[in-house]
């Protein structure tokens, strides 16, 4: 297939894109909560949900055989796309937050003990905050927060007063999904491990922004969602290096996931269908497949170009507002901003925007503590993909001039 080079050939792939929402042309500026399906994705679930569709793994016919080459199609796909060493080092979950828990199960249960600490950010989306915290009450650990500065950056000097021996696995967001901005990984992963301490990524927003090498980055566990990245809902993946994940036990138990079974005690899989119990999602992730290969359709120079013009015609646009304030402005950001503005709710704004066909999101964003540290009860995000346009952008500006006028009346 040729390389999607220009706009209309990207968004010829949306089909949800040329919809109407109250009576306007749909301008889709909440990628960052979930982006639209290309047609690659949506053809694949058709097919499956109306004809190849047999569980996988278990039985000798024909349907079953499909479906199984597809799924594990797919993981190969994942690995090839995140450069992991082995399909064994993907395990397909239910999105981000499935990851998440999973290893806040499993590597709790094998490495941590009482007294042991864990850290997270205070910028964390809640699915990295929750279970961490519930996994640290069970096991008896401490949890460590890094903080951010004013303009959302982790306070790295912060990390060596909380990074000492006792801390098993530092987890933190790649991308922050309010703020936008690119966290400093590497260099965290790297002094996490001279500290002797595991690295989660929570790669939620990661994953779509940045081109994820998990060998280069050195992580011990990567983790994102499919529909954040063109693939459908209720699909994810953790990475996990093989040397760690063959120390930690299951965390669910169930079909497919053992070797045998007696009524008085079960051997488990090898990696990866050990963290696979239950009949997975298996129509999903052979979507998620086509998912990575629509991002592989891309091309990439194209599509940096085109994010860095939108990027930046939306921030001087956003700039020229009266009142406003624009959360985490830092170097290094993805096409993404989050702002209030002087006099106006931010639910109000996005209702109206709404009713004008511009949907943006609105609330805490699943990161009530950064809402705290800037004092504030919520924002408006507007986050941005490939296939958005510069004349999207216009509508936006202008949407938000009339809305603000209104409220403000
Ligand atoms: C940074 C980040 N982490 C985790 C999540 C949770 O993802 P999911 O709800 O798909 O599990 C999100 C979703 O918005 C996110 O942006």
Redesign the pocket.
């Known amino acids: 297939m040729a390389l999607l080079n220009n706009i209309k050939a990207v968004r010829d792939q949306f089909p949800a894109l040329g919809q109407k929402v109250n009576g306007r042309d749909l301008v889709y500026f909440d990628n960052?909560?979930t982006a639209q399906k290309p047609l690659s994705v949506i053809s694949r679930l058709n097919e499956m949900n109306s004809g190849i569709n047999g569980n996988i793994h278990r039985a000798v016919h024909d349907l079953s055989a499909k479906c199984t080459m597809l799924y594990e199609g797919a993981r190969e796909s994942v690995r090839e796309f995140i450069n992991a060493e082995s399909t064994e080092e993907i395990v397909f979950t239910s999105?981000?937050?499935?990851s998440v828990n999973l290893v806040a199960n499993s590597f709790t249960a094998a490495f941590i003990s009482k007294g042991d600490a864990v850290i997270i950010c205070e910028a964390?989306?809640h699915?990295?905050i929750v279970p961490w915290q519930m996994a640290c009450q069970r096991a008896g650990a401490e949890l460590r927060i890094l903080p951010v500065d004013d303009s959302g950056c982790w306070k790295m000097g912060e990390l060596d007063k909380i990074l000492d021996g006792k801390v098993k696995i530092v987890s933190v967001?790649h991308?922050?999904?309010v703020l936008g901005i690119i966290n400093p990984v590497k260099e965290l992963i790297e002094r996490a491990h001279a500290a002797g301490a595991a690295v989660l990524i929570?790669g939620?927003?990661g994953i779509v922004h940045s081109q994820v090498d998990v060998q280069k980055l050195d992580c011990d566990f990567y983790a994102f969602?499919g529909?954040?990245l063109y693939g459908p809902t209720g699909t994810?993946i953790l990475y996990g290096k093989r040397a760690l994940m063959d120390k930690m036990g299951p965390w669910m138990g169930g079909g497919d996931m053992v070797e045998t079974v007696t009524l008085q005690k079960t051997t488990y899989a090898p990696l990866p269908l050990k963290f696979e119990a239950g009949t997975p999602n298996f129509i999903g992730a052979a979507a998620l497949g086509e998912a990575v290969g629509f991002v592989n359709s891309l091309d990439r120079q194209f599509a940096a170009e085109h994010e860095e013009l939108l990027m930046s015609k939306l921030m001087n646009g956003l700039r020229e507002i009266e009142g406003i304030k624009i959360y985490g402005d830092a170097a290094g950001k993805i096409p993404l901003a989050s702002f209030n503005i002087e006099g106006v709710h931010h639910a109000d704004l996005a209702m109206l925007l709404d009713k004008m066909g511009v949907a943006v999101r609105s609330g805490m964003?699943?990161c009530e503590p950064l809402m705290s540290r800037f004092g504030v009860t919520g924002m408006v995000r507007v986050s941005l993909a490939v296939y958005n346009t510069a004349e999207e952008i216009d509508v936006l500006l202008k949407s938000l001039s009339r809305a603000v006028g209104m409220l403000r009346q």
């Not at 999105?95 to 499935?98: L, N, R």
Request: proline share 0%.
């Open positions: 960052g909560a999105g981000t937050t499935a964390d989306h699915s990295n967001a991308i922050s999904n929570d939620a927003q969602s529909h954040k994810g964003m699943c």
